[in-house]
Nanobody
Framework: EVQLVESGGGLVQAGGSLRLSCALS????????IGWFRQAPGKGREGVSR????????DYVDRVKGRFTISRDNTENTVYLQMNSLKPEDTAVYYC????????????????????WGQGTQVTVSS
């Protein structure tokens, strides 16, 4: 059974940092991507970052470029999202998700492209 479990959320002051973890288990796929999404209260789910397993290439939405970094520890089978210079507008529930599709039908920022999801972890940034 494929499982994604997020951790590392919490309360931090503006300008601070957090590192989110997404622990992967039950994976039998050779080629997939892991995305990080977030959902603020009253808003839709927003794609934040994505990492391809086959070549390690990454994408970021403009509003987090230079502040967030997605990476993977192969020995621990965990994908991380390092978040620096956090802002109050980064406050949201953060989810990791897996895209096992052979072809990209939707933009990487669309949650429709992903077929496995974690349960989410809350990030709150105070001003």
């Amino acid at each position: 059974e494929v499982q994604l479990v997020e951790s590392g959320g919490g309360l931090v002051q503006a300008g601070g940092s957090l590192r989110l973890s997404c622990a992967l288990s039950g994976f039998i796929f050779d080629d997939y991507a892991i995305g990080w999404f977030r959902q603020a209260p009253g808003k839709g789910r927003e794609g934040v970052s994505r990492r391809e397993s086959r070549d390690g290439s990454t994408d970021y939405v403009d509003r987090v470029k230079g502040r967030f970094t997605i990476s993977r520890d192969n020995t621990e089978n965990t994908v991380y999202l390092q978040m620096n210079s956090l802002k109050p507008e980064d406050t949201a529930v953060y989810y990791c998700a897996c895209d096992t599709s052979r072809y990209r039908r939707y933009p990487w920022t669309s949650d429709r492209q992903y077929n496995y999801w974690g349960q989410g972890t809350q990030v709150t940034v105070s001003s």
